[in-house]
């Protein structure tokens, strides 16, 4: 079976920073893209950024130039480093891998648990 563990959420106040970590384990082959969303109370989930396994990254605009995304494939980890922080980035913050279990399948995408992420004074 293959997890995706989320870690480094917290309590921050404004401006300040948190790395989020993103971890995968068990049997499979490959991991393809990996990314992160967040979902706000009362709002939908939203797309923050996501990196391939080469290191192609995208970001939502409002992400960009505040948060960087990262990967170590050896490790089959993804990071999120998040500067500058905002009350409105509160949210959970959930990773998911589009894992092959194996060479002859194609990826299914697994999501993590999640981790709060709270901006406030």
């Known amino acids: 079976q293959v997890q995706l563990v989320e870690s480094g959420g917290g309590l921050v106040q404004p401006g300040g920073s948190l790395r989020l970590s993103c971890e995968a384990s068990?049997?499979?082959?490959?991991?393809?893209?990996m990314g992160w969303y967040r979902q706000a109370p009362g709002k939908e989930r939203e797309l923050v950024a996501d990196?391939?396994?080469?290191?192609?990254?995208n970001y939502a605009d409002s992400m960009k130039g505040r948060f960087t995304i990262s990967r170590d494939n050896q490790n089959n980890t993804m990071y999120l480093q998040m500067n500058s922080l905002k009350p409105e980035d509160t949210a959970v913050y959930y990773c998911?891998?589009?894992?092959?279990?194996?060479?002859?399948?194609?990826?299914?995408?697994?999501w993590g648990k999640g981790t709060q992420v709270t901006v406030s004074s």
């Open positions: 068990g049997q499979f082959f490959s991991v393809n893209v």
């Open positions: 998911h891998g589009d894992v092959r279990r194996y060479s002859w399948i194609g990826a299914m995408r697994v």
């Open positions: 990196i391939t396994s080469g290191g192609m990254t």
